[in-house]
C-alpha cells in the first residue's frame, strides 16, 4: 500500500468520513497517466465532489464558468471572457453588500501561475499532492480542530466566501484551514450539507496531522463514553465522584 493510500485509510477511519479525503494538485505539465476532464461544471468546486471517486486532470478551460475559481486558482492562459465575467460577478455581489472591495483584495489567490489541477481520492494519488481535502460534520471537525491545532500550534483559521479560497490559504501559508463554504459551493455540491463543512490539509504535514488524528480520535471515543454515564449516573440522582465514574467507565 502507498504511503498516500496508508494516510487516506487512517484519516476514513480515524474520522468515519463519508467521503474519501481529496488529494489537489497544482502542476505545470498534465500528468499522462491521468485523463483530463470530460465534462462541464458550473464551479470549479464541483471538482471536488468529482474527485472523490475517479482521478482527472483539469486547466482552465475547464474552469470557465467559474470566474472566481479561475481567480483564487491562479489559472493560467483562462478564456478571453475572464476578466469580463469576474467583473460581472464582484458587481453583483457588491451591489448586494455580499462582498466589499477590501474584501475582495483579502481573498487568499494562489501565489504562483497555475496550468493545471489535478484531482482525485487520496488513495489513488501518485503524485506529490499540494493540498487535501476533508469534508467533514462538526464532530469529526473537532477532532480536525485539536489535532491541527498540535501540528500548526495554533488554532485553524475559519473561511467564509468564497469556499475556492480556502485551497490556496492551506497551499500558500503551509497550515491547515477550514471552510464554511459559501452559497455557491453549498448550491452546487451534493456534499456540502448544512451539517459539513470543508477543511483544507497541506500535504506537506499530512502524516503528522494522521498521527494527531488517530490519538485524539481515540482519546475521544473514551471520554464521550466517560461523560455519557456519568450523565446517566446524575440523571438517575446520583451524585458520583471523578473516581467513581472513572471505575464504571474501566468497567
Request: charged share 20%; glycine share 6%; hydrophobic share 45%.
Amino acid at each position: 500500500m502507498s504511503e498516500n493510500a496508508e494516510l487516506a485509510k487512517n484519516l476514513i477511519s480515524s474520522l468515519e468520513l463519508a467521503l474519501p479525503p481529496i488529494a489537489v494538485t497544482f502542476s505545470d505539465v498534465a500528468p499522462a497517466d491521468v485523463p483530463s476532464y470530460d465534462g462541464i461544471v458550473p464551479a470549479g468546486c464541483v471538482f471536488w465532489q468529482q474527485a472523490a471517486t475517479r482521478t482527472f486532470v483539469t486547466s482552465a478551460k475547464d474552469h470557465a464558468l467559474c470566474s472566481i475559481g479561475t481567480h483564487t486558482h491562479h489559472l493560467a492562459k483562462p478564456a478571453p471572457s475572464h476578466q469580463a465575467e469576474l467583473t460581472e460577478a464582484l458587481k453583483t455581489m457588491s451591489a448586494l453588500d455580499y462582498v466589499r472591495a477590501e474584501e475582495v483584495a483579502a481573498i487568499p489567490v494562489i501565489e504562483r501561475e497555475v496550468r493545471h489541477v489535478v484531482y482525485g481520492p487520496l488513495a489513488d494519488c501518485h503524485l506529490g499532492p499540494d493540498v487535501v481535502l476533508v469534508f467533514a460534520h462538526a464532530r469529526q471537525g473537532l477532532i480536525l480542530s485539536e489535532a491541527i491545532a498540535r501540528v500548526d500550534n495554533g488554532v485553524p483559521p475559519a473561511l467564509g466566501r468564497p469556499a475556492c479560497a480556502v485551497l490556496p490559504q492551506a497551499r500558500n501559508h503551509g497550515n491547515a484551514a477550514l471552510s464554511l463554504g459559501c452559497c455557491g459551493a453549498r448550491a452546487y455540491l451534493d456534499a456540502l450539507t448544512d451539517a459539513v463543512s470543508l477543511w483544507a490539509l497541506p500535504a506537506g504535514k499530512l502524516d503528522r496531522y494522521c498521527a494527531e488524528i488517530a490519538t485524539l480520535a481515540r482519546a475521544n471515543r473514551i471520554l464521550t463514553t466517560f461523560h455519557s454515564r456519568r450523565r446517566e449516573d446524575v440523571e438517575a440522582g446520583k451524585q458520583p465522584t471523578m473516581r467513581q465514574s472513572l471505575e464504571r467507565l474501566s468497567s
